[in-house]
């Protein structure tokens, strides 16, 4: 399994509150990439980077912000949590040396806002 | 746009027998293809993927799954299905941008295995 770990993988706030939720990678690879899961609707990419200090928006980037100062982290900050963020995360990983750029998936932290 | 359907939200299959999940997709170009699966309270584990070669692909598991220009589709299949197999699948295709491929993904199969 490729190296990536997510924290923390629960966490219950209160709207209006700041989250920030971590991805950390062993790999060295240089893509990472955040996704929200939510029943009916599969993943959908909520920001990605190419590099460090590199990120652009995905498809759902509204009330999200993100960082990248390391190769090795990647930070998704949720500035003032609503209810409609309530999800499971994914943080995922690829490399410019995979053949087919395939993405590597972390185990996932599970937001609950309330 | 890039688009992924999955027709079937939910399919069961007894034990040993065969499995073919469906996927179409939309794409202008010859597409990067993927399939994932999803245990219960786990993350996503890659199955296959495929880009511009053969048009049968294995993958782990014993997965294989067949790519159809014509048809804009990329099935998944198993001769024999094991009660271990019950999990969520998801079909993603990717166009490359500067982070290597944007994923868009299906809405998922749950497979349920009867025994």
């Known amino acids: 399994d490729a190296g990536i770990t997510q924290s923390p993988r629960h966490k219950v706030t209160e709207t209006g509150t700041p989250v920030t939720l971590r991805c950390h990678q062993t790999?060295?690879?240089?893509?990472m990439y955040w996704y929200r899961q939510d029943p009916g609707h599969g993943l959908r990419l909520i920001h990605y980077?190419?590099?460090?200090?590199?990120?652009d928006k995905g498809e759902v980037s509204d009330g999200y912000s993100v960082s990248r100062s390391k190769t090795e982290d990647f930070l998704l900050t949720l500035e003032s949590a609503t209810s409609s963020q309530t999800s499971v995360y994914f943080c995922?990983?690829?490399?410019?040396?995979?053949?087919?750029?395939?993405?590597?998936f972390g185990p996932g932290t599970r937001l609950t806002v309330t | 746009a890039q688009s992924v359907t999955q027709p079937d939200i939910h399919i069961t299959v007894s034990e040993g027998a065969s499995l073919e999940l469906r996927c179409n997709y939309s794409y202008g170009a010859t597409p990067y293809l993927f399939w994932y699966v999803q245990s219960p309270g786990q993350g996503l584990q890659l199955l296959l993927k495929y880009f511009s070669e053969d048009t049968l692909v294995q993958g782990i598991k014993g997965f294989e799954a067949e790519f159809k220009r014509s048809q804009s589709s990329f099935n998944l299949r198993k001769p024999s299905v094991h009660w271990s197999d019950a999990a969520e699948y998801f079909c993603a295709v990717g166009a490359l941008n500067q982070a290597g491929t944007a994923l868009i993904f299906g809405k998922g199969t749950t497979l349920s295995v009867s025994s």
């Open positions: 790999e060295n690879h240089r893509y």
């Open positions: 980077s190419y590099g460090v200090k590199d990120t």
């Open positions: 995922a990983i690829s490399d410019p040396g995979l053949a087919f750029y395939e993405q590597y």
